[in-house]
């Protein structure tokens, strides 16, 4: 897969693509709707002999449009985003640059610049994306946008029970712990990658080392606790027990940050970047009145999560 870093202000230059059926949205999360309109866009790639494209924006709107300042939290950060995308065996992924002048383009300039300039020859899009000055392009209106110089596809709602699988219906779940739930409405855990860095090393003294995990500051967090996890280090799958939180048993720590104990694994993994896949919440996060109620409560904890990967 090929990605193209686009602004508005860069599509006076000649890019050398190829015609293209592509998807079109945020689609952060790719959730089984974003994967449906991204799906539809591989068939009529296919059965018009082109290239399938995806074009998405990076920042989020919020970051944009909105007054005060915002620090943007996503279900799947650009760089998983583009991991997943090219999973899903797209050619083309364009990501244009949401600023303010993007945010100014009328729907024509809009459709002139990034459709018909990128050699688009069909578009594929939800039945809710809008674009152009502050939205006031819809999909109705592509077919007499467009010109004739592209044909259009709109995807209707998913549901899964009777409820649109959505971005916003995900970060709901994602705020209680629902990480089974989010996982049927993805296809695929809820997951957070990042490296290895070194912690304060509490956890090897009461007997539960753990991997400090840095996912940096732009994903969307589950509440925190205390997840069953599977964790991807070098190309392996081994399970696990991640404390997602501020450790309120041990005062000055206020930043939630990830920790991950994985079992049956004796391995200095620092520097290393590795994938932990949230499978289940297993309890909220508690303080303690000690380092042996800790302890104990840990051994439970381990003793649950075995069962729950039939490790026991």
């Known amino acids: 897969m090929e990605t193209y870093r686009l602004s508005h202000s860069s599509m006076n230059q000649s890019l050398e693509v190829e015609p293209s059926a592509v998807a079109v949205g945020f689609f952060d999360g790719v959730h089984k709707g974003h994967q449906a309109v991204i799906q539809k866009a591989k068939e009529q790639a296919d059965y018009m002999g082109i290239r399938c494209a995806v074009m998405t924006f990076d920042p989020h709107p919020s970051v944009v449009l909105k007054k005060e300042k915002v620090n943007a939290k ?27 002048e993007l945010a100014q383009l009328s729907p024509q300039a809009f459709v002139d610049d990034f459709f018909a300039g990128l050699h688009v020859r069909h578009v594929v899009a939800g039945f809710d994306f809008s674009f152009g000055h502050k939205g006031k392009g819809t999909m109705d209106m592509l077919p007499e946008l467009s010109r004739g110089r592209f044909s259009q596809t709109v995807i209707p709602k998913v549901e899964k029970e009777e409820d649109k699988i959505s971005s916003t219906r995900i970060r709901g779940l994602l705020d209680e712990g629902g990480v089974q739930e989010v996982e049927s409405l993805l296809g695929r855990p809820f997951t957070m990658k990042g490296t290895v ?40 799958t081994y ?5 997602l939180g501020v450790k309120p048993t041990f005062e000055g720590e206020r930043q939630p940050s990830l920790e991950v104990h994985i079992f049956d694994l004796n391995q200095d993994l620092y520097g290393m970047t590795i994938s932990v896949q949230f499978k289940d919440k297993v309890r909220d996060e508690k303080k303690f009145s000690g380092i042996e109620a800790l302890k104990g409560q840990l051994s439970d904890d381990e003793a649950q999560i075995r069962h729950f990967f039939s490790l026991d």
Do not use: C, H, Q
């Not at 009461?206 to 589950?222: K, L, M």
């Not at 399970?239 to 404390?243: D, F, H, I, K, L």
């Open 74 to 100: 996503y279900i799947t950060p650009l760089k998983e985003k583009e991991e997943i995308l090219s999973s899903m065996g797209v050619d083309y992924l364009y990501v244009v640059t949401f600023d303010k």
């Open 239 to 243: 399970y696990g027990m991640a404390n």
């Open 197 to 236: 860095v070194e912690g304060e090393k509490r956890g090897r003294t009461i007997g539960y080392p753990t991997a400090n995990v840095n996912v940096g500051s732009d994903y969307y967090f589950p509440s925190t606790g205390v997840y069953a996890v599977s964790v991807r280090v070098e190309g392996s």
